[in-house]
């Protein structure tokens, strides 16, 4: 049987999709995982948090936790946060300070700007 060009596309379409799917699956048992669906941070890997996903409603991701000069969100809980996060930001690494910087939150390290550090 000979495929079309136009068949061959929804197939590899398809298959892509059945794959990312799979990748998606999170685990029933007690390993990490290291990138993909998470629901609680336990289940992710050093350095992330379980946050909720910015393009799939519902879906929580393991979220890298932000860095020197990444935006943040204020009310970030720490990690490990045993609850279910409700927005889709980690918090700051933990050296680092969620610190509002001209009229936006950043993760930034309290020693360098004292003056804004509450």
């Known amino acids: 049987m000979e495929c079309t060009g136009a068949q061959r596309q929804l197939f590899i379409i398809k298959s892509f999709f059945l794959l990312l799917f799979t990748l998606l699956l999170v685990s029933n048992g007690s390993s990490a995982v ?66 509002m910087l001209e009229g936006r939150f950043k993760c930034l390290s309290p020693y360098q700007f004292p003056d804004i550090y509450l």
Do not use: Y
């Open 34 to 99: 290291i990138t993909g669906a998470c629901e609680k941070d336990s289940q992710c890997g050093g350095g992330m948090c379980c946050a909720m996903s910015l393009w799939i409603r519902g879906l929580r991701m393991c979220t890298p936790m932000g860095q020197e000069g990444d935006e943040c969100h204020a009310m970030s809980h720490k990690v490990p946060f045993f609850g279910r996060r409700l927005h889709h930001m980690c918090p700051c690494l933990p050296n680092l300070s969620c610190l």
